[in-house]
């Protein structure tokens, strides 16, 4: 299985600068493939005739020169090439749909370097201490320390530069090899009712509650909270003080950096949370399948669009700020860190994290399946209309998961799309989207066309 680590590093004062200026000769030759792209392309949309394609290649010795860019020659060739073909890999993705197009990079508190095996080695000093070397023969940096030593020698590094910090990161196999999803979901199949409901535990991820296990709750402790709010309005006050200085000084630069320090301790709180969190649902012996909802966290935390009143054509409130209350409050949450944790610690441990679609998971009851707006009248208490079911809005919406989960794996026509979600693709009874329902009604419109075709009233 591939994983990845990432350990920190020392430079000196030396070092810095030598590593400051290969992250700044990666970002030119980035910006540098960037534009010439941009440029061959409005160039052959203008000039060239249709059906011309641009060639697009990995090559960079073109932006070598003596008098316009001196200072890449004293950077090492394989920095500059790793540069110009990731920039190329890049672009090859974004003609497969995979990613996005290729931006300019700006300089930023967040950089790194891809150093490939000619430009590092683990080696022993005097002392019969591992250190990383790092450099050429043209290019010697020096020996630089390391928190942590790879037990297996990776094949490239990321040196990666964050408010000052710097962090080496690598990825290497393990040699352990686990059984695919699809393998695990042909065994629960063969499963009985009474074993699944002992073996699944239903994950509902929500604001006031993060998360919600079945019975568990799990939230941020009282001093991660208290550390938050205080980082928070350490920031706030920076940003004010920020506002007032002048630009490109060094006293915005270092306020600067405070700022970004405040958000990654913030960060780092919420890694923390998502890590015991995920750990302890993966470590729990009855557990053996867990159950999210399919979020998409991009699309809900979007923007609301701006509206018209359709009497007045004046701009109408599209109540903007509690929307952005609300995305704030989603992200803060670590919805997707959390999945993905659970993804992978569950894959080592033997178990399978699945998915299901989020559709009403909040307003169906548990107990009789019964699906209506009213049944969730407030955030916190879930009283179903129907058979008078009451319990907490998140417990509930956690019961509804696992039942639609087992409810899925009995069916022998279910199957696992790419993003490990549960599709019914027999009867179609988990994809009831309005979409589905209004491909239908167009299908139906299109047939009752036809038929009056046929007998020429139209």
């Not at 019975?215 to 709010?229: A, G, L, M, R």
């Amino acid at each position: 299985m591939l994983m990845g680590a990432i350990t920190s590093a020392y430079p000196n004062k030396k070092q810095r600068e030598i590593f400051n200026q290969w992250i700044g000769c990666a970002r030119f030759i980035w910006n540098a493939k960037t534009d010439e792209q941009e440029y061959l392309y409005k160039f052959s949309k203008k000039y060239l005739p249709d059906g011309t394609f641009i060639p697009v290649d990995q090559t960079y010795s073109q932006y070598k020169n003596e008098d316009l860019s001196p200072w890449l020659f004293d950077c090492p060739s394989q920095i500059l090439r790793n540069s110009a073909g990731n920039w190329y890999q890049t672009y090859q993705n974004f003609l497969k749909g995979t990613c996005g197009k290729p931006r300019r990079k700006i300089r930023s508190n967040e950089e790194g370097v891809l150093l490939t095996k000619e430009l590092f080695a683990f080696e022993k000093d005097s002392n019969g201490v591992v250190r990383l070397f790092i450099g050429t023969k043209t290019n010697n940096v020096g020996n630089l320390y390391i928190k942590n030593i790879p037990a297996r020698l990776p094949q490239s590094l990321r040196l990666k530069k964050k408010n000052g910090k710097f962090t080496i990161s690598y990825c290497y196999e393990d040699g352990k090899v686990f059984p695919e999803k699809n393998e695990h979901l042909s065994y629960l199949k063969t499963c009985s009712l009474q074993e699944l409901e002992k073996i699944t535990v239903g994950v509902d991820r929500g604001v006031a509650i993060p998360v919600q296990a079945d019975d568990v709750s799990y939230d941020f402790t009282p001093e991660q909270k208290k550390k938050k709010k205080a980082k928070e309005y350490h920031i706030k006050k920076c940003q004010k003080d920020l506002a007032r200085q002048e630009k490109k000084s060094k006293r915005r630069a270092k306020k600067k950096l405070k700022i970004s320090k405040a958000y990654e301790k913030i960060a780092n709180i919420r890694k923390d949370f998502s890590h015991k969190t995920s750990r302890s649902i993966v470590d729990n012996k009855e557990t053996k399948v867990i159950v999210l909802e399919d979020l998409k966290t991009k699309q809900m935390t979007k923007a609301p669009l701006p509206k018209k009143d359709k009497i007045t054509k004046k701009w109408a409130s599209n109540h903007k700020k509690s929307k952005a209350g609300l995305n704030k409050s989603i992200l803060d949450k670590g919805w997707s860190q959390i999945e993905a944790f659970i993804d992978y610690k569950a894959t080592r441990a033997g178990k399978i994290m699945l998915k299901i679609s989020a559709y009403q998971t909040s307003i169906e009851c548990a107990d009789c399946g019964h699906t209506h707006p009213d049944n969730r009248k407030t955030q916190k208490v879930f009283i179903c209309e129907n058979c008078g079911h009451q319990d907490n809005a998140d417990r509930n919406a956690a019961r509804v998961i696992k039942k639609r989960a087992i409810k899925l794996l009995l069916y022998s026509g279910t199957e696992l799309s790419k993003r490990s979600v549960l599709i019914d693709s027999g009867r179609g009874a988990t994809n009831k989207t309005r979409g589905a329902k209004a491909n239908r009604a167009q299908s139906g419109e299109a047939s009752k066309k036809k038929e009056l075709r046929l007998l020429n009233v139209i």
